[in-house]
């Protein structure tokens, strides 16, 4: 039960693509709050303009999210009401917001901290995936170079489809240690879900590679691997 007469932070999903994607109660939310924390605040005012909305905006991304994070406990310690969103999806997941509501928790500080349930890049993927949805693990991006072999491996022993995240100048590279390390599994590739340039790849990771299907190297990616052996149920 949310308590009364603090202040509140609403972690807000917000469209990973298309603006009508977005709930009545996230609209409500980003109209009421004292100020919106998001990553670019370039984004999110295309969101608040297509809905009409005047609200604070305030920028808070991983390079000053160390030093935002006290201003927004004094803030909350004043009873404002504040909304953190990402540039697209759930807050925190991959995305800045982590730390913040990490320091809440470990310090037992006692604001209420709600979500905002709404789009989510990887589920939205899984669902269209073909894959199989009732086991999952989701690794976000993998390390750019330090410790990118290990965490390849470490997922290759997982019995479960796998998601990952990806950037477009790293797609193909990435294709290919998945085959280096995991070897030939089913694979799906989502880029621009719900834009206009939405594409889907669904196959092997080897038939991807050895076909050269020319992947765009603009959107980001989510990359759905198949656990070890489904190639052969």
């Not at 009401?81 to 991959?94: E, H, K, R």
């Not at 500080?109 to 009732?134: E, I, T």
Request: charge should be positive.
């Amino acid at each position: 039960m949310p308590k009364i007469n603090l202040g509140t932070l609403y972690v807000v999903s917000t469209p990973i693509g298309n603006l009508q994607d977005i709930t009545k109660r996230a609209l409500d939310c980003l109209k009421t709050v004292d100020y919106i924390l998001c990553e670019d605040t370039r984004i999110t005012n295309r969101l608040l303009l297509k809905y009409n909305i005047q609200s604070k905006l305030i920028s808070y991304n991983e390079k000053n999210e160390h030093n935002r994070i006290s201003k927004v406990i004094d803030d909350l310690n004043n009873n404002f009401n504040i909304a953190l969103v990402s540039d697209a999806g759930t807050p925190c997941i991959s995305d800045p917001g982590y730390r913040l509501v990490s320091h809440i928790k470990k310090n037992n500080l006692d604001f209420n901290v709600l979500p905002l349930p709404g789009p989510s890049a990887a589920l939205s993927a899984l669902s269209v995936s073909g894959l199989p949805s009732d086991s999952f693990y989701f690794v976000g991006f993998l390390p750019k170079k330090k410790g990118r072999q290990k965490k390849i491996n470490q997922i290759k022993e997982i019995d479960s489809s796998i998601i990952l995240y990806e950037a477009p100048y790293r797609i193909n590279k990435t294709l290919s240690d998945l085959y280096s390390y995991l070897g030939d599994r089913k694979i799906f590739i989502a880029r621009e879900m719900t834009k206009m340039y939405e594409q889907h790849f669904y196959g092997t990771i080897k038939s991807m590679i050895d076909q050269n299907i020319h992947i765009n190297p603009k959107g980001e990616y989510v990359i759905i691997i198949a656990k070890e052996g489904y190639l052969v149920e």
